[in-house]
């Protein structure tokens, strides 16, 4: 089909009500005339989204393989117990190990992101020790010290296992609180790390009940009696001939979660172990045999290893919303429900304006973190470039500091607000499936319970987006003296253009725009900005220390921070569909992208009225252009998410099959998962009892009659 | 202690800095200093919410009686899987049908509301049986029909055990969609009950897996070949004796669900059952012998029976809203994290404004949901009194009638938004407790997943907020036309002073006022429903017909019950702060209403700005306001939630304890609920010839040498 030939036929699918006609019940028909609207090569789509055509076929091969392996079987899950999940994720490190072997590390890299959409239990106990134990090493050991472990194996797996021991039972966010401890014994030569209290257990330790040989553990650093806070040892905790465990190490499992159940969390508590003073990880502080404490002259730079866990979460909460959307989108165009007085066929959910409401928008979220999350890991992969080559005295090095900085800060609130966003997405998907959305093989339940933690690991949100606040309410600082700001946060050099400033548009049909919609959110941050500076200079000015003063204006430096985060996730939305060559495509892209500027807008419309920059009337209009745009996108609905790619294993939910044909797969998925009990369960135990128990006053002699009621029951004759 | 003492000890509790010093980190004395700044009688309080202290007694004793009762227990019910909740479950039948059995119908409510609390899935399956079974025998069921049923022993389940079939796989919401057929053979004197296609197979239908011995099925009634619609059938499905299903009944399971496991869910399959005439519920349309239809002269009047639905939603909404909150609350009340620079001590979680921002609100709008769900209780009541003893020719009854159907409207958008916002509330309280919130221990997890489902039965809250909708867009061209609305809808009536008012206070502070907060109620509501009436108008002037023009301006709609229900709760609340006799109780409450009114203006921003009630300079005071009444609410937020009396048994989660005594209980029962392993789990056959296995290029030589690391790695002497 030409490209003009398709577009003529789209045309007449959206215009002809003969069309309605030809609907049928059946789903699979159902889904497919959704597919031959499409106004755009859903290819090239899929192309752009993945970085090219050949990352698309590399997935494709990928997802292929994970199929086939039936360690990776799927189909299975939701039946499966706490021991038997952890049995079965174990069972993957094998195949896994094989892929890490041999395979670089960009196509390796993929993998693990359709991993984490696959099981995410396993994404998380094997990142506890590729991510968190062997980064440990990779960022706090002497050059000679990672040697020595990753000969002892720690990268191939031989002969040990690690985890990460952070978090204690009384300390989560506050690493610099943690209570366990490392003193120091000068004539040993050995640190003695101890548990001293009930809340300094390590806690909710990954890998730690069935899994760790060894331990990267945090404890305080006491030397002759004196504290130099938190530091990394390395302690084994089992045996790796028998897997006992090690005398003073007590492990306990954590048991029972929300979800993620493949992951072996456990707590650990330290009965005065010894370890070698070399299994202090020494790269920045270190501990001489006499018992010299030699500290790093800088603090060490982190912003590194935590900006890549938060581009991480950033692609992730895009790539798991995007899953839950293809199946509440894909359900919402063969579901039908309610017919329309002129016809016997039903509706289908897809065309109810309100079912649009709850979809598209959400739909163009995904986009807008997908867009986010990709010019994300560019920017991080060029900065960390910069910073590996850079020399100190290298004239460029404070811009890149400074963004470095910005970006640090930004992320911070995008690591809070997309995983929140992911968050609601897939409540949202699930709602919109109705009851069959509570449903454990519709996929939508579990991906919400093994979702939620991210909105609380490696940062909880709510820190997040205070220190996002903080850093805006700095930067606002810095410009009024005059400091030119990086470009993330560069609408705070211009204030006196920003503040007051209002949309300045000779009709209302010009404020669909995105040079509109970027100046909007521009002006609406800086004055969220200096809102929350202001306050935050008054409880200065009123005698508070600056920690407190914080503390005081930290709900203006969340709504500061919310917005801010909004803002930059339409302008990398805006940005990114700049970029695409193919023109069709872009043309849908666009609808989209401004889609998600005015539903953003319209989320947050006592900020844009507050600040006047749009006048009520203007709002109102928004609010009507956001109908428009969802009928319009829903158009594209389909196909949009087909440019996603997932195949129908990665889905894995009968709702969200490519084919549409939902219910039939759906009924032989409850079928095979709930095979007929060879006995009536508990009915000679309980049932049995109860119904045939005497009761007070009964009579003997109702028995029954089941197919010959009473005939003077008939009083209508 | 008398009233002034308490003020005075409360003002020294508030201001004195000498007090931080005697904080301490013993989460018990955390707690204990809560209580000492009380400034109310709590148990004023508790007999306040609960009716009186008669019925406050009854509660306590109820709980002690659950707890007590091993059928009920409930620490170790995180571990269970399906199928031991489900046979735990069935256990309590005998325990309840005891109470039901001997104590009277007011007593037994309150039981079952704790039971919702204590066992959300037992509340749903004994739920079915009498809430659905026999409520449909009471609305279907002729006089005769009725006693025929309740003497084989519907209500004493002497024999049969009913279930309730009314959805499909194909058709949930759609009732006059559903395509189970009951067809009359004239002859025989019986109905075919037939499962024509894949998607008319019975869904969901809880109880049917295991349970029932007879179902209510809902079914297109056809005779000579004409349909009549849906109506109702008993159909007998398991012999009694033996469980096994009857000819041409075919049973499954539906296995895995989000939550409410201990509920056996089933679907159904009927292929030609034969059922005697009778078994057609024939309250409303009759058939007889000779295959007559006699049809009922008038719809029934179902809004009764649906309010009760509504209402029981409502005021389970507030109950487990309570709970959860007692949980977030008391776990901020213990819990520290981050040290004041000036301070040893780390600060309360409940002292950061964020966290107080985090709760108070939602705790303000529990207390709105049971205002409303008591009042609506109460309306619920006497208008049911004054149907029954009404007489058609009653003058009064016009109105009564229309304030029935305008509680019935009202209700459709509280049940929707009071599910919606207890759900919210249940994970903002697991987000708030941090990781500890993601462990099955804690409970909030599983509250949530059991309670997510509230959104989508009984009328799926997305479809209930646009019947709200509906109704007012009604009622408002019915005011426009100079009809007189019920009370609730009243403010319709004064369009002509509503539209275009603004808030005219002489100082920013004057709008601290209930009637200024509910005059800008009135105003915004009135403008949100005139908007969406006259994008309906405007619809029906374009050529829609009525139905697509609600479907099209369903957005409007609801947005316009979104702020009518929200409106709505917060004048329950207001007024039921009024009838409050105790002062000091009165006094707390009215901060806590004040915070509720505010913090929903600020949610709401968006409108208020809109139709400019408040400028944005009062705006800007009310979510200042918000963050002053945060921590006014703060100060009583562990006495008022033990006002809401709930006993540890019930809470059953160590983070919510009365005594604040957190980390010991949760510590003690992870450990209980995961003893150590008899073996390493899959050590030996999937963890060991892991860690020993060759890996290519790998010297032999590096056996392990835990506790001697290599001297060389000593870089740093």
Not at 515 to 534: H, T
Not at 587 to 599: F, S
Not at 619 to 639: D, E, G, S, T
Request: hydrophobic fraction near 35%; proline fraction near 4%; include cysteine.
């Amino acid at each position: 089909m030409t490209g003009n030939k398709r577009l003529e036929a789209v045309r007449q699918h959206l215009t002809s009500s003969e069309d309605q006609k030809a609907h049928t019940l059946d789903p699979i028909a159902s889904m497919n005339e959704e597919r031959k609207g499409t106004s755009f090569d859903v290819r090239q789509l899929t192309y752009h989204l993945d970085g090219g055509e050949r990352i698309t076929k590399l997935k494709e091969n990928m997802m292929l393989e994970f199929e086939r392996d039936p360690l990776f079987k799927l189909d299975d899950i939701h039946d499966l117990n706490k021991d038997q999940l952890r049995e079965r994720t174990m069972e993957k490190f094998r195949s896994i190990l094989h892929h890490f072997q041999n395979e670089s590390v960009d196509t390796f890299k993929k993998r693990i992101e359709l991993i984490s959409l696959i099981d995410p239990g396993f994404w998380t106990r094997f990142g506890v020790h590729y991510a968190l134990f062997i980064g440990s090493l990779q960022s706090n050991a002497t050059p000679s010290q990672m040697t020595y472990w990753f000969q002892k194996g720690a990268v191939s797996l031989s002969g040990m296992i690690g985890c990460f021991a952070m978090t204690e039972l009384g300390h989560g966010s506050n690493v610099p609180g943690l209570e366990t401890t490392a003193t120091f014994e000068e004539g040993a030569n050995q640190f003695i790390i101890h548990t001293p209290t009930l809340t300094a257990t390590k806690w909710w330790i990954g890998g730690a009940a069935h899994t760790a040989t060894h331990a990267i553990v945090f404890a305080q650093l006491i030397v002759r009696g004196k504290r130099y806070g938190t530091k990394c040892f390395v302690v084994p905790l089992r045996d790796p001939k028998t897997y006992e465990t090690l005398p003073g190490v007590t492990i306990g499992d954590i048991g029972k979660k929300m979800g993620r159940d493949g992951i072996d969390n456990g707590w650990i508590q330290f009965s005065n172990v010894r370890i070698p003073r070399n299994h202090m990880l020494m790269k920045h502080t270190k501990v001489t045999e006499l018992g010299k404490v030699i500290e790093p002259k800088l603090q060490q730079l982190t912003y590194g290893a935590l900006l890549q866990g938060r581009v991480a979460m950033v692609v992730d909460s895009a790539n798991t919303a995007k899953k839950a959307l293809t199946i509440g989108i894909r359900y919402a165009a063969v579901r039908r429900q309610f017919a329309p007085t002129n016809s016997d066929i039903e509706t289908k959910l897809l065309d109810y304006p309100i079912h649009q409401r709850r979809l598209m928008p959400l739909l163009a979220q995904a986009f807008a973190m997908h867009f986010t999350g990709s010019e994300m890991t560019e920017m991080y992969n060029d900065m960390m470039g910069q910073l590996d080559s850079a020399t100190p005295d290298d004239p460029d090095m404070d811009q890149v500091i400074e963004a470095l900085k910005e970006t640090h800060a930004t992320s911070a609130g995008l690591k809070a607000f997309c995983t929140w966003n992911c968050l609601h997405t897939i409540e949202q998907c699930r709602q919109a499936c109705g009851g069959h959305g509570y449903s454990a093989y519709t996929g939508l339940a579990g991906m919400y319970n093994d979702f939620a933690v991210q909105c609380t690991w490696e940062g909880d949100n709510t820190i997040l987006t205070l220190q996002s606040g903080r850093y805006l309410i700095n930067s606002y600082r810095e410009a009024i003296k005059g400091k030119k700001l990086a470009p993330g946060v560069g609408y705070l050099n211009e204030l006196g253009t920003l503040i007051g400033k209002r949309c300045a548009v000779p009709t209302l049909q010009a404020i669909l725009h995105p040079d509109v919609i970027s100046e909007g959110w521009r002006v609406v941050c800086a004055n969220v900005v200096k809102n929350a500076a202001i306050q935050f200079e008054t409880c200065l000015a009123n005698g508070m220390d600056v920690d407190d003063a914080f503390e005081e204006c930290s709900q203006a430096r969340l709504y500061a921070a919310r917005l801010h985060t909004y803002a930059y996730l339409y302008n990398r939305f805006a940005d990114g569909v700049q970029k695409v060559a193919d023109e069709r495509v872009r043309a849908v892209l666009t609808d989209v992208c401004m889609l998600y500027g005015l539903y953003t807008i319209e989320e947050n419309d006592g900020a844009f009225l507050q600040y006047e920059y749009f006048t009520p009337q203007q709002m109102q209009f928004i609010r009507a252009q956001v109908n428009v745009l969802c009928k319009v996108v829903r158009q594209q609905a389909i196909p949009l998410v087909d440019a996603f790619n997932f195949s129908d294993y990665i889905i894995n939910s009968a709702l969200g099959r490519f084919d549409g044909n939902v219910y039939i797969h759906y009924f032989e998925q409850v079928k095979r998962a709930n095979p007929p009990p060879r006995d009536h369960p508990y009915f000679e135990r309980l049932i049995k009892p109860l119904l045939e128990r005497r009761i007070r006053g009964q009579d003997d002699d109702d028995e029954d009659d089941e197919d010959e009621p009473e005939s003077d029951l008939d009083d209508q004759e």
